[in-house]
């Protein structure tokens, strides 16, 4: 077993500071790790086992995911808000032997299941088109990039970061995992930017940190964030997509003015979590640009021949090496007991340039993927769906506004394509336009040119 | 277009509901208002009234009858 590089190991020389805060209690790293031992065992939960953990921001759904992890069973993060018939399909998919919802623990089978025994934990790829696809992370790499990424944050134990997102999604994770890593505080809340509350926990807990994705920044800007006084916030991050240059700016030039850091950074699910960073001393006159890559990984860039790129100011799909790079996919159970298919080199999708400096800028994707609201929607893969229901449509748009294209003109049609969407993806309907359009752009061989439709 | 029917549309619009709804319409009380379709609805009110809200506005902004007397303060008169 790789213990070793099992990161919730030997967190219990934290004693008595406090790693998880609510509005009514405080667990300690002692308390933590009797809740973890006490639920993995009182559950019978063994070694390896696979666990469907359905969780929200609270202490009880840590300490299923901490007791998990430690103790080396295998956890499937999952979203408390799934739709049930996405949660039975992946029970008949993964034959999980768990699964755990709060302090509910229901045991499916007692079945021991041939895990690769790197695998740590499989995580959604943030995409939300209810593919069963999950990203298989090892120990090795969480430990990897979690070290990294406190290393670039310097996360001290001083430091109490609060919950903006769920920890099913790999930001909201890594956040949680870099914070207890450090001796340092999560407050848990499932509380958002629009609660009154949410404020009153910021200045009242003193909260130092937090991280937001695209549409949330929006968010804030809405709230007119920088008229709020919030002396002890230190540092704010960025990531989940890319946040449009104004915006940036914006909050670039604002955190700077208060004295506080502002950190744009990069990252999949495939690569545990983080890639790349901007340093705080870079916000503001690399405005756009993704950064460098994190301590231990390595961009390089490359050409459609799939030669290296040496040139700056020079487009490539853009490649990351580190040991955060995760083993692969998995589709269904049977995809537990693969190796490795990765060897620690990511082919990322996008196409990037480096300028003069060695700051990498994203030019776009290779394959068509869109942003809603920090998901990750693959556009042929809600095509398939929409298609597999017998409305065939052409989706295409920017970040947080995908555009559905249909040659009917019903407007019953076209209201059921919009809900079709918004089930399937779980996400807010104001995400979608569907269009009308007489004929979709096609070139001579049928394929149908998407830069044309929007 | 009165100013109560413009009210009324901005909710109609950024929800995808009916006038029907309106009434006892709060803050999570259906799956659009969530906070995505927040931002969203405070962004048409906005527009139409050409105001611009107060944070403390945007977050007390709880339901569709609190945010009638939220909007007198902005001398909308519905």
């Known amino acids: 077993m790789m213990s070793n590089y099992n990161i919730f190991n030997g967190l219990e020389k934290f004693g008595d500071s406090i790693a998880l805060e609510t509005e009514t209690e405080k667990i300690s790293y002692t308390q933590l790790n009797n809740l973890a031992t006490k639920f993995f065992n009182e559950h019978k939960i063994f070694e390896r086992a696979l666990v469907f953990l359905v969780c929200k921001n609270s202490v009880q759904s840590i300490v299923n995911y901490f007791a998990c992890l430690k103790n080396n069973a295998v956890p499937v993060l999952i979203n408390a808000n799934i739709n049930h018939d996405l949660l039975e399909r992946l029970k008949d998919l993964y034959k999980p032997n768990f699964i755990v919802r709060e302090n509910e623990v229901t045991a499916l089978n007692l079945n021991h299941h041939a895990i690769n025994q790197d695998t740590a934990i499989l995580l959604t790829t943030s995409g939300s088109t209810g593919s069963p696809k999950f990203v298989k992370q090892s120990y090795k790499n969480i430990f990897a990039n979690t070290k990294s990424i406190c290393e670039y944050l310097k996360i001290s134990p001083n430091d109490k970061a609060i919950t903006t997102m769920p920890m099913s999604y790999t930001y909201g994770l890594s956040i949680l995992q870099t914070h207890l890593f450090s001796g340092a505080c999560v407050f848990v809340t499932e509380k958002n930017f629009f609660s009154r509350d949410f404020w009153n926990i910021m200045r009242e807990k003193k909260i130092s940190t937090f991280g937001a994705v695209p549409y949330t920044y929006e968010m804030l800007d809405k709230l007119r964030f920088f008229k709020m006084d919030l002396p002890d916030l230190k540092y704010v991050t960025q990531a989940g997509g890319h946040l449009n240059a104004d915006l940036q700016k914006k909050f670039a030039e604002g955190f700077k003015a208060q004295g506080k850091n502002f950190i744009v950074m990069y990252g999949a699910a495939e690569a545990t979590a983080r890639m790349s960073y901007v340093p705080a001393e870079f916000s503001t006159s690399k405005i756009g640009s993704i950064g460098v890559a994190i301590p231990g990984g390595k961009f390089e860039l490359v050409d459609d021949d799939g030669k290296i790129i040496a040139q700056p100011e020079t487009a490539g799909e853009l490649v990351y090496y580190g040991d955060n790079v995760t083993l692969g996919y ?42 809603i609201f920090g998901n990750r929607i693959n556009l042929a893969e809600l095509e398939e769906i929409l298609r597999n229901n017998n409305f065939e449509c052409a989706c295409a748009g920017v970040d947080d506004h995908l555009k559905i294209y249909t040659t009917n003109s019903d407007e019953n049609v076209t209201n059921e394509i919009k809900s079709l969407a918004e089930k399937t993806t779980h996400l807010n309907h104001s995400a979608f336009e569907v269009k009308f359009i007489k004929t979709f752009p096609r070139n001579e061989a049928g394929k149908i040119l998407y830069s044309e439709l929007n | 277009m009165t100013n109560l029917e413009k009210y009324n549309q901005a909710f109609i619009d950024t929800f ?63």
Do not use: C
């Not at chain 2, 107060?54 to 007397?69: A, R």
């Open chain 1, 330 to 371: 998995a589709e269904n159970y049977n995809d537990l007991a693969k190796p490795d298919e990765n060897h620690g080199r990511l082919l990322t999708g996008d196409i990037a340039k480096f300028d003069a400096e060695g700051f990498f800028y994203i030019q776009g994707r290779k394959k068509r993927f869109l942003k």
């Open chain 2, 16 to 78: 995808a509901i009916s006038n029907d709804q309106l009434e006892n319409l709060a803050y999570q009380s259906i799956e659009a208002w969530d906070s995505v379709g927040h931002m969203s609805l405070i962004a048409a009110l906005e527009e139409a009234f050409d105001i611009m809200f107060e944070t403390d506005d945007i977050i007390d902004f709880s339901s569709y009858q609190h945010g009638k007397e939220i909007i007198k303060k902005y001398d909308v008169e519905l």
